[in-house]
Nanobody, 127 residues
């Protein structure tokens, strides 16, 4: 079992920045791919970014590419999402997730590939 706790959400102005953190406990998370997803009111949960276990492979949704950066520190059991140039449409609850084949190096884009989820952190972007 892996427990995930997100933090760092809050209110930011359009054009501003926030850094989300996701702290893992329980079974060592270093072998899992880690993803960030988000869900806006009335919308389905959507993929935001993913990083493989080593950090050498990352991928982003087109809507955040060039603005968001995912990273991880396996020694600290933490994954991060640096969000810059925030837009109103980035407003959502952000979830981190762990999953995939342990130490496979693969990355995953769909929620069904992830086994463990955090409780979410609210990000609100205002004009």
């Amino acid at each position: 079992q892996v427990q995930l706790v997100e933090s760092g959400g809050g209110l930011a102005q359009a054009g501003g920045s926030l850094r989300l953190s996701c702290a893992a406990s329980g079974r060592t998370f270093s072998g899992y791919a880690m993803g960030w997803f988000r869900q806006a009111p009335g919308k389905a949960r959507e993929f935001v970014a993913v990083i493989n276990w080593s950090g050498r492979s990352t991928s982003y949704a087109d809507s955040v590419k060039g603005r968001f950066t995912i990273s991880r520190d396996n020694a600290k059991n933490t994954v991060y999402l640096q969000m810059n140039s925030l837009k109103l449409e980035d407003t959502a609850v952000y979830y981190c997730a762990a999953g995939g084949t342990y130490y496979s190096g693969r990355i995953y884009y769909t929620a069904d590939k992830y086994d463990y989820w955090g409780q979410g952190t609210q990000v609100t972007v205002s004009s």
